[in-house]
């Protein structure tokens, strides 16, 4: 079974970088195609995809937040990190990260999901 | 581009059936067989309950059912129980420059 968890600083300063790491257990980042995704929660909203990163280390980011963000894997096999720059009280939310059975979404496995609070 | 649009709120008593809509546009919904819902109870993670537009995981009763005409997706819950409130989101892709779309939810309440 396949679980996810996520970690990381949940305070970050206006202007600062954000900065999440998934940790995968029960299967390695790289061995199989799949599309290691972030997903936020702003407080009261809807579900909004940032972005993925594949098995074989292709990303594709979501427009709004295209020039701020990056997701790498870590050559561990067991992890992969989500980096979002120059953050906004926009930008706080509970962060996910998931597992992308496809690159269109079909995300069958979550993490519980680490909520991170923007504030000076 | 905006979100997929569901209704914020539903409610249904016990028994009963419920069809929740996701409305997109030309350029997801309508155009990708790929559109998935996902059901959240109260303070934990999204669960995938349907993916492909009509296909069920192992694990997801076969009380929920769903299709797609033109640019709009439906989830249907069948013989409501207590246990199917939360919210449902739909997601949909939307092509290579957009990527994943999510609706904006719908609460279900089981009166």
């Known amino acids: 079974q396949v679980e996810l968890q996520e970690s990381g600083p949940r305070l970050v300063r206006p202007s600062q970088t954000l900065s999440l790491t998934c940790t995968v257990s029960?299967?390695?980042?790289?061995?199989?195609?799949?599309?290691w995704s972030w997903i936020r929660q702003r407080p009261g909203k809807g579900l909004e995809w940032l972005g993925y990163?594949?098995?074989?280390?292709?990303?594709n980011y979501h427009p709004s937040v295209k020039s701020r963000i990056g997701i790498s894997l870590d050559m561990s096999g067991t992890q992969f990190s989500l980096t979002l720059t120059s953050v906004t009280a926009a930008d706080a939310a509970l962060y996910y990260c998931?597992?992308?059975?496809?690159?269109?979404?079909?995300?069958?496995?979550w993490g519980q999901g680490a909520l991170v609070s923007v504030s000076s | 581009q905006s979100a997929l649009t569901q209704p914020a709120s539903l409610s249904g008593s016990p028994g009963q059936s419920i069809t929740i809509s996701c409305t997109g546009s030309?350029?997801?919904?309508?155009?990708?067989?790929?559109v998935s819902w996902y059901q959240q109870p109260p303070g934990q993670a999204p669960k995938l309950i349907i993916f492909?537009?009509?296909q069920r995981p192992s694990g997801t009763s076969n009380r929920f059912s769903a299709s797609k005409s033109g640019n709009t997706a439906s989830l249907t819950i069948s013989g409501l129980r207590a246990e199917d409130e939360a919210e449902y989101f739909c997601?949909?892709?939307?092509?290579?420059?957009?990527?994943?779309?999510f609706g904006g939810g719908t609460r279900l309440t089981v009166l």
């Open positions: 029960g299967g390695s980042v790289n061995s199989v195609v799949y599309y």
């Open positions: 997601c949909s892709y939307a092509g290579s420059v957009v990527g994943v779309m």
């Open positions: 030309s350029g997801d919904v309508g155009k990708y067989n790929l």
């Open positions: 998931a597992r992308g059975a496809t690159f269109a979404g079909q995300f069958d496995f």
């Open positions: 990163i594949s098995s074989s280390g292709s990303t």
């Open positions: 492909e537009v009509n």
